[in-house]
């Protein structure tokens, strides 16, 4: 019989809350026959504030253990800005080599844009997650001083750029449209750029069938508010997918509903899933937040796990919940959870 | 008596029709008793196919003798990405010390946006001109092999980030909102970041008047689309300015309306000023580039040499011809150029 072995880590903030709902759609939407295990993590401010750990080796020994991992939201001002985003989030994605950071952007009927218009929305970023900028190569020197020197390094590798870039082929080429962008500045960034731009072209010709384009960073932005229809399939740099996303994610209903995966293909660590949105400190433990995001994360943490079948499900149904919040009113966290619960069930 | 001895440089694609039409309000608009000189610049694509030069020590000793430079566009596809952006573009801004990059965003009336509803826009971004990833630090080891690694660094002073942010909280200062925005990504990059944050917080409590918030850039490119009412001055690195200017002027009217300068504020070196758009080469040579931005970037220039009365009557022509324009025909770029020196003139 078939099994999933979650590890589930709520985290900070409004994570606790839309954890619990997407766990609650999650067991909805399994069949009978698979047996869902799951173990909460306390990882997140309130640990590191008890015991001055973010994430040590046997917790990465321990999450290792588990089919996948669930995650609400890392963060809270109590500490320090750098912390828990180095010590916790990207420590795991660097240890676990979550080097495609999936983030589909698609604008669902009855969801608000500020983008006037109609616009059609239906696009992936498939972002580079282990190299770029985000590798905490760099330093200081004369620290505090008016001569202080402070760098940051981005490293880009053959091997990583090409691994990414193949991702973004495949998935571009599964997809009605087999559209595929690479967004970087290579007439800035020359050095990664064209190794970036190589590589691109290089396995490009292994996917004939595949249309692409190249835009400098900039210019996306720009393409993203004015013709957000023009995109398939997105690939991108780490710093570049993280700016790039959150815009995308804005102009397609929010960061209320955006999911996002940090997937490690090969299977030999455990993927993560984990909503766009952060810890919301402001709204937590009102009930305010919504779940949406979380629920599809879950959607993609099924699809990447086999379930296809159930992923679909749950995107459908929040497809169809989304459609009819015209004019309702707000409803909690739970009431969300609980409607798309019963609409998997049914 | 006053005058003005202007370097001139057209460039390439639009770049030739939309700098005739700044020159034709500059001319406009200024007193009788002001001489202006111009000096045509033949930098570009076609000097480089000619001569295999960009910018040399002899252009940029005669590009010295000028009070500014106003510039239409470089670039062309039949040159190879950075080749032109890096040996001239970037080239210029660096030997002149143009560490101050202005760019203003302001939704005029009857402009059309890409957002819905009404957003009121009126913001100036300060972006560092002379920093951050754009130095040209870094490199490849092991070109074209699978084991190639490429490099980009970062670098970031506190002699050249305390000058941008001390320059941008003059301007909040001058302006009646008084707020000022930093534009980060302290989370992840935390070396620069903490650069950046710890000379803002420092700057800032000489100006006890300024309100002031820090934002990291994935955030701001959301609020840039949902609330860009928010902003008044922005101050930010190299790249990231890079990437919220495009943003910005894509939500206030286009980069057909965009104008910026690249500002060495000691006046040790003349100052540079050109539209935010390219050379649009698919355009170019058919009358139906926007010669606004650059008019706007003839406005800044005059702001900068002190003829502020001059760069205001541009700017009331530019809002009254926007006002006008719902409706009508596309108009030419030597129709739109005559309209505002008529403008400028009455
Ligand atoms: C919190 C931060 C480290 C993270 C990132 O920059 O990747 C976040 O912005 C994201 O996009 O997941
Ligand atoms: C052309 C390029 C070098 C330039 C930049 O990146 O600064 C442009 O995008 C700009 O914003 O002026």
């Known amino acids: 019989s078939r099994s999933i ?7 900070d903030g409004i994570g606790q809350e839309v954890v619990a709902e997407g766990l609650k759609v999650l067991s909805a939407v399994l069949p009978q026959d698979v047996k869902l295990e799951t173990k909460d993590y306390d990882f997140g401010a309130r640990r590191y504030h008890a015991t001055g750990e973010t994430l040590t080796d046997a917790d990465l020994d321990a999450l290792k253990q588990h089919d996948a991992i669930l995650l609400g939201a890392i963060g809270d001002p109590s500490v320090p800005s750098g912390v828990l985003e180095r010590g916790f989030l990207l420590k795991l994605r660097f240890a676990f080599d979550h080097h495609v950071n999936l983030r589909p952007s698609k604008l669902l009927p009855g969801v608000a844009t500020p983008l006037a218009g109609e616009p059609s929305i239906d696009f992936v970023v498939v972002r580079e997650g282990t190299e770029g900028p985000y590798t905490g190569n760099g330093g200081t020197i004369r620290k505090g001083t008016p001569h202080e020197v402070a760098t940051e390094v981005s490293v880009n590798t053959a091997f ?23 967004i970087h500045k290579n007439n800035v ?36 508010v004015t013709q957000p229809e023009r995109f398939d399939v997105i690939v991108t740099d780490n710093l570049f997918g993280d700016i790039i996303t959150d ?46 995001a979380t629920v599809l994360s879950v ?40 409607a798309l619960a019963v609409r998997v069930a049914g």
């Open 5 to 11: 072995n979650l590890a589930v880590i709520p985290g």
């Open 160 to 182: 990583g750029v090409e691994r990414v870039v193949r991702d973004a082929f495949a998935r571009a080429q599964a997809r009605p449209r087999k559209k595929l962008a690479l």
């Open 189 to 224: 960034l020359t050095f990664a750029g064209h190794l970036w731009t190589n590589i691109f072209n290089q396995v490009a010709e292994e996917f004939p069938e595949v249309t692409t384009e190249y835009m400098h960073v900039d210019a996306a932005t720009i393409y993203l």
């Open 247 to 292: 815009l995308a994610a804005a102009v397609s209903g929010g960061i209320g509903v955006a999911a996002s995966g940090n997937i490690n293909p090969s299977g030999e660590y455990p993927s993560m899933f984990e909503p766009v949105h952060g810890s919301a400190p402001d709204i937590a433990g009102q009930g305010k937040a919504d779940p949406t």
């Open 299 to 338: 959607a993609l943490l099924l699809r990447h796990l086999g379930y296809d079948a159930e992923a679909t499900r749950i995107e459908e149904a929040v497809s169809a919940d989304l459609a009819e919040r015209t004019g309702k009113p707000a409803r909690s966290t739970t009431e969300i959870g609980d």
